[in-house]
């Protein structure tokens, strides 16, 4: 399989990961109003986020990424930015649906693991669709929702943490984006 292929395939399973995270009945977020709850929904707490304009060129640049990424709305609630590079290809989700506590309850994950990002609550996940893969998410919460940051190496050497350069990118990202509401 190319590099490409094995990109487009990495796109595909986090595109299903994110519409497995978001359309699940579990889904907490729903049914609940600014005149239910009193608080902003998450797509207006996050909506001043663009996750095309959340790093810098030269902090994409650090991480091996192009400059240029490519701007997504599919899940509508889930508008991401996809960045090629090497060794990894990496998104960036804004995920206004889910936070991390209830990502957790999600029956999607074949790996689940708690962590911080900056202080904030955080995990590391694997989609049991994406453990071939080699794609590794980074959540961690913002305003009402959170931040996804998938990680997909594009060789086949398995030399390279997915799980750990998706956690290496959420750290640059978490400055620019709300604290969790």
Known sequence: MSRWSRSVVAVGVGVALLGAVGCS?????????????????????????DPCGVLSDAELKSFGLKTEGEATNTPPWAPACQYQGDPVVASIHKETRDTVNSAEQK??????????VNGRTAATAVTGG??????????????QGMIQIQAHEVSSSDSLDECAKALEIAEKVEPNVPEPA
Do not use: H, I, N, Y
């Open 25 to 49: 009945p579990g889904d907490s977020s729903e049914g609940a109003t600014e005149g239910t709850s009193g608080a902003k929904p998450s797509g207006e707490v996050l909506a001043g986020v």
């Open 107 to 116: 029956d999607v994950w074949a790996e689940f693991d708690r962590t911080e």
């Open 130 to 143: 994406a453990t071939q893969a080699r794609l590794c998410s980074a959540l961690f919460d913002a305003g």
